[in-house]
């Protein structure tokens, strides 16, 4: 038996089960909850970003340092 078949099986029979939580979560708790998921996200595409920007800031600052050598000894013949 696969693992998804073996999921897919829980997740149907659970749905003939219902039980109450009893339980309750007060807006301050939802919102620290959700403030700390968005910190994790907002996290993750800052880390993404810092992997795709930063290596091209560099080579293009790499380019620009390159032409400014060839510039100023173009300038000196």
């Keep these: 038996m696969g693992l998804y078949l073996k999921i897919l099986f829980f997740l149907?029979?659970?749905c003939f089960f219902n039980i109450e939580a009893q339980a309750y979560i007060g807006p301050g708790m939802s919102g620290g909850a959700l403030v700390a998921v968005l910190g994790f996200v907002v996290a993750i595409f800052a880390g993404l970003?810092?992997?795709i920007y930063i290596p091209i800031k560099r080579l293009i600052?790499?380019?620009k340092n390159k032409?400014?050598?060839n510039d100023i000894?173009?300038?000196?013949k």
Excluded at 73 to 76: A, Q, T
């Design 12 to 14: 149907i029979f659970s």
């Design 49 to 51: 970003f810092g992997l």
């Design 61 to 63: 600052k790499k380019f």
């Design 67 to 69: 032409k400014k050598i």
């Design 73 to 76: 000894s173009s300038d000196k």
